[in-house]
């Protein structure tokens, strides 16, 4: 027992200390690793080649993308003797090339194995050449800031093949000084990120606000974690695809097939444990077929393939048109049936075999019958998961479509007696197949609004955009009250056998259509520039509008730390510092989403001091600044740099966007803030520091 005993300590505090280290890397994210070497080409070129590892999720951009974009790769040299540049940074690690919409742009960028080379052609007998590699690194939710790899290699000409991986080089007699060496050291800052009870080392006004240079990782951390976005989880796909089971059961193709099916199980068996039996199995075989197919589709393109789709103009023109052609379908243009000859040969094969395979045979005739049906419906919800990027999302969905699709089937041979209770097939099901119809049509102006952007058509601006939504939802909402009819609408008919030109509409589809005229109707305002956020995860971006009355901005009121809190301490206000940069996606998402709220705006603009502080800006520091960082020094070049040490030294993150809010000290007032679109949560988190400033001042 005792042996037993100390073997579960040992697991329980290995436990402990993974959690302990997820919780730190979580807060601190080191997702892509890069180092420097370089190799022989020939006897008169070298090669410098940087290759790394990006974490799944994250991706490295190119070379190539233009001004105002993300982060892209450069090199720059501090030392370059004895060499001569021949062509330019290349990245030759696998390039995926897509559409940002944010920065309307097209970007490239690498996925998991990361590598750039550059070519040097010796000019002297030894060389030396040494800098530093910049790069950008994000992923669906952060940016990191931009990140320098340093190298530096000296040689001859007659040198082996290939050099061993660099270290950087320990200066000899005779080398030139460092840039280190040269510096003045009162304007060298050693602060070690891993010793919070080192303070900076600075002079002149520099020292006079050290203090809020010190770092509050513990205090930070001390009001909890930060705010996490609200991604869009596998039970949220699972909840999605449940859905969609739900609603393809009262379609005309499924509906009435589920008495006829359960009565036949019950019928042909004797034994009625038997005949539950077979329902369940039947009811079992359904889940199977369609997890099968969410694992086709996962092992066809791949997660890292599905994620690119989401972002591929051709990729998103035909997701419109196949979303188009299921809604025109849905409307009764014309029916998607599979060839008859696959229904017929699988109803024949169920025939001839008995046991668990005549019945899974069965589940797939079914699968095939009403395809014209659940097929818009599965393909919209694979469109809509796929694209996420997640390995199993296709899965997970199709995971809750076949439950719901199998869940009457085994429900009604647990309890036949509940069949004499469940609504007749009739024109309802037509109802609910044209009102998914005309959903299917709205959202594929989704997909055609990504190619639009894309290859810069404007044939779909926002307020275009918003235009054929309103129209959708209000011919919706006139259809569903019945003032509308489509090919497949059922006449009713009196006692006396006349048409009912206006017949009666229940609760529900009256309800259904208030809701669905009313959400015309809120997106009347954006026409005009309101921000209609219930539909700016769909609609183009606001920059794509002509015509704008709105005027709810943000404004940071610095851009320097130092400025910005002298001027917040002289008038006695709480500092919001938001660490953001020019190439960051979702720091952009949530200035339109969040920042554009008339009560965020509010409590930003009057009642906070703003620090916007890009780490990304390349303005060059007036002379290079010597960290401790880690152990290693680490050199500042350029005013991005300088901010992006601050927010890892003081408050130990680096991802973007980042939002804190401190005391004139420089002690934060609560927790940090990441990227969530979630307003009342950013508002809270604005008026609880507030409340704390106010309560110590």
């Known amino acids: 027992m005792k042996q037993v005993l100390r073997i579960g300590m040992k697991q329980v505090l290995a436990i402990f200390l993974f959690c302990l280290a997820q919780t730190v890397s979580a807060q601190f994210e080191q997702p892509v690793v890069m180092e420097a070497s370089q190799k022989r080409i020939s006897d008169t070129e070298i090669e410098l080649v940087f290759s790394g590892r990006a974490d799944p999720g994250w991706h490295v951009y190119g070379t190539d993308i233009a001004d105002g974009g993300p982060t892209r790769a450069e090199l720059t040299l501090e030392t370059s003797r004895g060499v001569r540049l021949k062509g330019k940074l290349r990245a030759t690690g696998k390039l995926v090339r897509a559409h940002d919409e944010i920065f309307n742009m097209d970007v490239s960028y690498m996925e998991r194995d990361i590598s750039f080379a550059q070519t040097f052609t010796l000019t002297g007998p030894d060389y030396e050449v040494s800098g530093y590699l910049t790069y950008g690194a994000c992923n669906d939710q952060n940016c990191l800031p931009p990140t320098s790899v340093e190298f530096s290699f000296k040689g001859k000409q007659e040198a082996s093949a290939t050099s061993p991986k660099v270290t950087k080089p320990a200066p000899g007699p005779s080398d030139p000084p460092s840039v280190a060496d040269s510096m003045n050291a009162e304007h060298a800052i050693a602060l070690d990120v891993a010793s919070q009870s080192d303070v900076a080392v600075m002079t002149g006004q520099e020292a006079a606000d050290s203090s809020i240079w010190k770092p509050v990782i513990s205090e930070l951390q001390a009001f909890g974690e930060a705010s996490q976005p609200a991604d869009r989880s596998l039970l949220a796909i699972f909840l999605l695809g449940l859905l969609g089971g739900f609603v393809a059961l009262l379609t005309p193709c499924v509906w009435p097939i589920i008495p006829m099916t359960v009565s036949f199980f019950l019928k042909r068996s004797r034994d009625k444990k038997r005949g539950v039996r077979d329902a369940v199995t039947y009811g079992l075989s359904i889940v199977v077929i369609y997890l099968l197919l969410g694992l086709f589709v996962t092992l066809l393109f791949g997660a890292s393939a599905l994620n690119a789709l989401s972002t591929n103009a051709l990729f998103n023109i035909f997701f419109f048109l196949m979303l188009f052609l299921f809604g025109a379908s849905f409307l009764g243009g014309f029916e998607i049936m599979l060839p008859s000859s696959w229904t017929n040969a699988v109803d024949r094969k169920s025939e001839r075999t008995t046991g668990l395979l005549s019945i899974f045979l069965m589940a797939f005739t079914l699968s095939l019958v009403s395809f014209s049906c659940t097929g818009p419906i599965i393909g919209f919800l694979l469109v809509e998961v796929s694209t996420l990027g997640s390995l199993v999302a296709p899965t997970v969905g199709m995971l809750g479509f076949a439950l719901a699709l199998a869940f009457p089937f085994t429900l009604f041979a647990l309890f036949p007696a509940w069949l004499k209770s469940a609504p007749r097939s009739g024109n309802w099901m037509n109802v609910v197949k044209v009102s998914l119809g005309i959903v299917e049509l709205a959202f594929s102006l989704k997909f055609l609004s990504v190619a639009d952007l894309a290859y810069g058509w404007h044939l779909l601006d926002r307020e275009t955009f918003l235009c054929l939504w309103i129209m959708l939802f209000a011919l919706l909402g006139a259809y569903l009250l019945g003032w509308i009819r489509l090919p497949h609408d059922e006449d009713e008919f009196d006692e006396q056998g006349n048409v009912i030109q206006r017949p009666r ?193």
């Open 505 to 697: 509409i229940g609760v529900t589809r009256f309800l259904l259509a208030l809701l669905s005229l009313s959400f015309a109707l809120y997106m009347v305002p954006g026409l005009w520039g309101a921000p209609c956020k219930a539909v700016s995860a769909f609609a183009p971006p606001m920059y794509t509008q002509d015509f704008n009355l709105s005027h709810s901005e943000v404004e940071a009121r610095f851009h320097d730390y130092e400025q910005g809190m002298a001027y917040a301490g002289a008038n006695g206000l709480p500092v919001m510092l938001d660490f953001t940069g020019y190439g960051c996606v979702n720091c952009r998402k949530m200035e339109a989403a969040v920042w554009t709220d008339p009560r965020v705006a509010e409590v930003i603009n009057n009642r906070y001091v703003l620090i916007t502080l890009y780490v990304d800006d390349k303005t060059p520091l007036p002379e290079p600044i010597l960290v401790k960082e880690n152990g290693a020094d680490r050199k500042l070049r350029t005013v991005g740099d300088r901010w992006s040490y601050l927010q890892r030294s003081k408050f130990g993150a680096n991802a973007q966007p980042f939002y804190v809010l401190v005391d004139n000290e420089g002690r934060p007032l609560n927790r940090s803030y990441s990227y969530d679109e979630d307003i009342p949560a950013y508002l809270e988190f604005l008026n609880e520091g507030l409340r704390r400033y106010r309560s110590n001042h």
